[in-house]
T-cell receptor, first 110, second 113 residues
Framework: GQQVMQIPQYQHVQEGEDFTTYCNSS?????IQWYKQRPGGHPVFLIQ?????EVKKQKRLTFQFGEAKKNSSLHITATQTTDVGTYFC??????????FGTGTRLKVLA | ETGVTQTPRHLVMGMTNKKSLKCEQH?????MYWYKQSAKKPLELMFV???????ENNSVPSRFSPECPNSSHLFLHLHTLQPEDSALYLC????????????FGDGTRLSIL
């Protein structure tokens, strides 16, 4: 079945450093979503990417969808302590069934 | 306030008990979902409802029984659960089933003794 893997599983960074998490699917995706889950919280929708090669920015966050639509990345520039949490990608192959990635847990050291 | 309310927030039950989890959304959405989140595992989709009709059952054991009386309410009935069913159960809703962001509730932390 379809699998969505994320790397790294954990990342500790100093405040001000950059951070990137990568999402890889075993199948071609029709679109991909990104969510953030704070410790003790619930996943919160960040963004959706649909087009091959699409790049979207939200302030310090840059999201990219691969040309082959099988991978995606989230890059955070100059991390802040408020960026702490687990970042999940979720992809679908054209149905309403989203497969969530394994998540990347980010810790930011002040 | 996410617009998706789950009750109870915490539940401890024995393996022979019967209990229900409740989810209510105030966002006017038509699709509702149940997910299971265990430690060190990705979110697992359990059930999907669209306009009250079940559209997905992701091979979930029959000891979990969903109910969707209307587009705003979703229940998960539990009976004779196993210790490995201990997890965070998250409810989500979306405007439609396809290409729509999902809005999650705070979840119910379930512990099976």
């Amino acid at each position: 079945g379809q699998q969505v893997m994320q790397i790294p599983q954990y990342q500790h960074v100093q405040e001000g450093e950059d951070f990137t998490t990568y999402c890889n699917s075993s199948t071609t995706l029709s679109n991909i979503q990104w969510y953030k889950q704070r410790p003790g919280g619930h996943p919160v929708f960040l963004i959706q990417l649909v087009k091959s090669g699409e790049v979207k920015k939200q302030k310090r966050l840059t999201f990219q969808f691969g040309e082959a639509k099988k991978n995606s990345s989230l890059h955070i520039t100059a991390t802040q302590t408020t960026d702490v949490g687990t970042y999940f990608c979720a992809g679908t192959s054209g149905t309403y069934k989203y497969i969530f990635g394994t998540g990347t847990r980010l810790k930011v050291l002040a | 306030e996410t617009g998706v309310t789950q009750t109870p927030r915490h539940l401890v039950m024995g393996m022979t008990n019967k209990k229900s989890l409740k989810c209510e959304q105030h966002l006017g959405h038509n699709a509702m979902y149940w997910y299971k989140q265990s430690a060190k595992k990705p979110l697992e989709l359990m059930f999907v409802y669209n306009f009250k009709e079940q559209t997905e059952n992701n091979s979930v054991p029959s000891r979990f029984s969903p109910e969707c009386p209307n587009s705003s309410h979703l229940f998960l009935h539990l009976h004779t659960l196993q210790p490995e069913d201990s997890a965070l159960y998250l409810c989500a809703s979306s405007l439609g089933q396809v290409n729509q962001p999902q809005h999650f509730g705070d979840g119910t932390r379930l512990s099976i003794l």
